[in-house]
C-alpha cells in the first residue's frame, strides 16, 4: 500500500516562503506523474504543480513563476517550494501519485497565508 506523508505547511505572512514535502513509503520511480493540488472548503481540488518521472513539469497559471515542483528520486521525496505567497494561496495542500492501477493521495498538510 502506497503512503505519501506531507509535511512543511504552515502560517506564513503575505510575500514568505514555504517549502512542502511529500515522502512516499517505497520507490516513486513507478508513478508517471506526482503532483500537488490544493483546496479551499468550499472549492473543488485543485492542481497547482506536478511532475513526470522524466522531469517534466506543469503549473497552474495562478503560481507560474512563484512556486516549484521538484523531485528527488534518492529520498522518494517530491517538493513544492513556494515563494511570494499571497493570502489567495491559503489551502489544504494535497500530493498526489498516480501509476497504471491507482492513484494516491497524502491527507494533506495546511498553508495559511496572512498578517
Known amino acids: 500500500q502506497v503512503q505519501l506523508v506531507e509535511s512543511g505547511g504552515g502560517l506564513v505572512q503575505p510575500g514568505g516562503s514555504l517549502r512542502l514535502s511529500c515522502a512516499a513509503s517505497g520507490s516513486i520511480f513507478s508513478f508517471n506523474v506526482m503532483g500537488w493540488y490544493r483546496q479551499v472548503p468550499g472549492n473543488e481540488r485543485e492542481l497547482v504543480a506536478g511532475?513526470?518521472?522524466?522531469?517534466?513539469?506543469n503549473y497552474a497559471d495562478s503560481v507560474k513563476g512563484r512556486f516549484t515542483i521538484s523531485r528527488d528520486n534518492a529520498k522518494n521525496t517530491v517538493y513544492l517550494q513556494m515563494n511570494s505567497l499571497e493570502p489567495v494561496d491559503t489551502a489544504v495542500y494535497y500530493c498526489?501519485?498516480?501509476?497504471?492501477?491507482?492513484?494516491?493521495w497524502g491527507k494533506g498538510t495546511l498553508v495559511t497565508v496572512s498578517s
Open positions: 498526489n501519485a498516480e501509476r497504471r492501477g491507482g492513484i494516491f
Open positions: 511532475i513526470t518521472s522524466i522531469g517534466s513539469t
